[in-house]
């Protein structure tokens, strides 16, 4: 290659390099995975070896990570969080065990074998063992403060306490250090280790994501990260993020010398430490450690990328020291990336069971990372827009966080003109129904109320307590009427009788008769328990309450135009095109003319909501109650004539806060609203704070 090209080459992968580290670390959202990434910046680090003078000082060989993000304050570290360099092969690994016995002159090394969790880098500060700050790794000097979320993850200790009841479960293949019971804390403490996410609970909230209509996360790595980088603490609250600790930034115990021991005591501090860590002596051992991590890392509860080997002894890392932006002690070595190339055979529909529509790639069976293929997710209508895949494609596969296989590049090149086009049906799989897709959505949804796809949650819906309140119906009788065969529809509730309940297994006479009661008792259910119960998408509690209060019957709702629908408060577009397709369906229309001739109510019969003494007032609860529910507060206050909200707006005349109030007392504040306690609310309600 002319030296030119060279030069023009160095250029466009710096370029390219420092592109996708951004995506990587500051979007979450990378475009190649990490063999590519490795592969580009591989051949940069041999172009700038043979040809010096084009390294530059801000070359991604030099660099660690990427800057932090400014949306959070930055973190400085007390001693850089380093980034690894890679063997991808045992040659390369072995390369690198020779250059550090002959650094050290021995001839046998002592190493300790890691599993290297496929997360996010995190450092958590402690002082007098109190946990004090949490920081991403950043660009490896500056991360970003992320201790608000950090706070939230269970296995992270708020407190350094160090006795036999904060050991981690399952790891007596680590040895304790030294034979005290108890350490006190050091004035400074900063651990480090990955955030994750189990893939078990990665794969069940990609697929919640995905019935709702939300994007699912490409890989528990992107996940995690994600989810440590939310703006809102209670988001990363809500995802199932774990921590794994493999070592210390400024370490103040001259106690502990090697790693090992190190990992020891993050331990009995009361850190997870990954059972999986060996201590083994020389290459061989190594290497035969790491074969059996990748014999293994499927049946793992965690995603791993490799192993990260590090020479144990402290006092020979720092003999061999650490280079712009790796240590020379330690070296990563990766798994080889697990794809496969194979054929569609035909683009399949699965329902899922709130009516998203998903469409799946049936392909020709291959082998990807010891398990064949059968069938790999393609998401959504968009993703095959953005794939442009037709069936008779040949693609590219993988086990997306070696988990979940997906179509992750559509070889175009080897098209032969036979490939046909793929369209969105136009109709339920499942039953036929009509389906849409909202404003802003990338999911088709079936809006068939007794589609067999979604019934049983559907059902199961209905007959909750702040719905119809069917007491007794829950899942376990729900899945038998089912598989009896005895109800299809959601009206066919209102056709069971104690004699075709008794015919399941274990139901006995009395059980039958108390639910058959509460059937005949959900019929006098108020207007607005009904409309909650038909499970309209984005029709919750107050929607309904607000729709029964303005147009008074479920025909004037289902005849109301989208200007008649966005009128009503609170209800803006999304929300009423939600509404006026689930009425634009005539079997939803059929279902509901079946549960009126059931006697199920249909229209308010008390006074609307607004002639008590809270009338034209408007409540928000957040935070935690003491004294009652918020659905007891929220009936007290629609039993006055009120009504309740969930979000704060100008709208809102009282806010009251629990313990523990979030984002919408601070919003609350910040519209200068009139701020209630829960005894002030009491006193409001009942007169008298009792």
């Known amino acids: 290659m002319a030296s030119q090209q060279i030069a023009e080459r160095a250029a466009w992968l710096r370029s390219e390099l420092a592109r996708h580290s951004r995506l990587y670390y500051e979007k979450d959202s990378p475009e190649i995975d990490d063999a590519e990434y490795d592969s580009l910046f591989h051949e940069l680090e041999r172009i700038e070896a043979e040809n010096p003078s084009l390294a530059t000082p801000d070359s991604p060989t030099r660099k660690v990570g990427s800057a932090p993000s400014r949306q959070f304050a930055p973190v400085t570290h007390g001693v850089p ?14 390369a690198f065990d020779e250059r550090v016995r002959r650094a050290l002159n021995r001839a046998v090394i002592e190493y300790v074998v890691e599993p290297k969790i496929d997360g996010l880098s995190a450092e958590i500060v402690y002082r007098d063992g109190l946990l004090v ?4 790794r950043g660009d490896g000097t500056t991360g970003e403060d992320i201790t608000a979320n950090v706070r939230t993850i269970r ?3 708020a407190t350094l306490v160090c006795d036999s009841s904060t050991m981690s479960a399952g790891q007596d293949d680590l040895p304790l250090f030294g034979t005290v019971d108890q350490l006190p804390p050091p004035a400074l403490f900063e651990a480090r280790g990955e955030i994750f996410m189990p893939t078990d609970d990665f794969r069940k909230m ?8 939300l994007a699912p996360f490409a890989n528990p790595r992107n996940a995690a990260a994600g989810s440590v980088r939310q703006l809102d603490p209670r988001v990363t609250a809500s995802r199932p993020l774990d921590f794994l600790a493999y070592t210390v930034g400024r370490l103040q115990d001259p106690s502990i010398d090697s790693q090992w021991e190190l990992l020891d005591r993050l331990r009995r501090y009361g850190f997870t430490v990954s059972s999986l860590v060996r201590l083994v002596h020389g290459s061989d051992e190594v290497l035969a450690v790491f074969r059996e991590l990748g014999a293994t890392r499927d049946d793992l509860p965690f995603e791993i990328d490799g192993a990260v080997v590090k020479v144990n002894s402290f006092d020979l890392q720092r003999q061999l020291g650490e280079i712009s932006r790796s240590p020379r002690w330690a070296i990563a070595m990766k798994f080889p990336p697990r794809r496969a190339r194979t054929t569609v055979k035909s683009i399949l529909v699965q329902v899922g069971r709130t009516g998203v529509l998903t469409p799946v790639a049936d392909l020709e069976p291959v082998k990807v990372a010891g398990v064949v293929v059968r069938r790999a997710t393609l998401h959504n209508e968009d993703e095959i827009r953005r794939l442009d895949l037709r069936i008779g494609d040949k693609v590219e596969v993988q086990r997306a966080g070696d988990v979940i296989p997906e179509v992750i590049e559509v070889l175009t090149a080897e098209r032969d003109g036979t490939e046909v086009g793929f369209a969105m049906p136009a109709t339920c799989p499942s039953c036929s129904g009509a389906v849409s897709r909202a404003e802003g959505e990338v999911a088709w949804r079936c809006m068939n109320m007794s589609c067999p796809a979604q019934f049983r949650e559907h059902v199961i819906h209905f007959a909750s307590r702040r719905a119809m309140n069917i007491e007794g119906l829950g899942e376990k009788l729900t899945d038998q009427l089912i598989e009896a065969g005895l109800i299809h529809d959601i009206a066919d509730i209102y056709s069971l009788t104690r004699a075709s309940l008794t015919s399941l297994d274990r139901m006995g006479d009395k059980s039958a008769a108390n639910i058959i009661a509460a059937i005949e008792a959900s019929r006098s259910r108020p207007l607005a328990a009904v409309l909650n119960a038909l499970g309209i998408r984005q029709v919750g509690e107050s929607t309904a309450r607000d729709l029964a209060a303005h147009f008074g019957s479920i025909q004037a709702i289902a005849e109301a135009p989208l200007d008649a629908l966005t009128s009503v408060s ?32 249909m229209r308010m019969t008390t006074d609307a909501p607004g002639r008590g003494p809270l009338a034209g007032s408007t409540f928000v609860f957040t935070g935690g109650l003491s004294s009652m529910t918020r659905d007891q507060a929220s009936d007290l206050v ?5 009504r309740v909200s969930g979000s704060v707006s100008a709208k809102t005349t009282h806010v009251v806060a629990g313990g523990d109030a979030g984002s919408k007392l601070e919003k609350a504040r910040s519209l200068g609203l009139e701020i209630l306690t829960e005894e002030q609310f009491k006193q409001m309600v009942t007169g008298n704070g009792e």
């Open 638 to 642: 629609i039993s006055l004539g009120g």
């Open 155 to 157: 296995s992270i200790p």
């Open 206 to 213: 990609n697929l919640e994501r995905e019935e709702a209509g």
């Open 133 to 136: 700050q949490a920081s991403t």
């Open 570 to 601: 609170d209800i803006g577009p999304v929300v009423a095109a939600s509404i006026h397709d689930f009425f634009a369906s005539e079997r939803n229309l059929a279902t509901i003319d079946r549960l009126a001739s059931a006697g199920v109510t």
């Open 81 to 94: 969080m380093l980034s690894l360099a890679n063997a991808m092969n045992d040659g390369e690994f072995l």
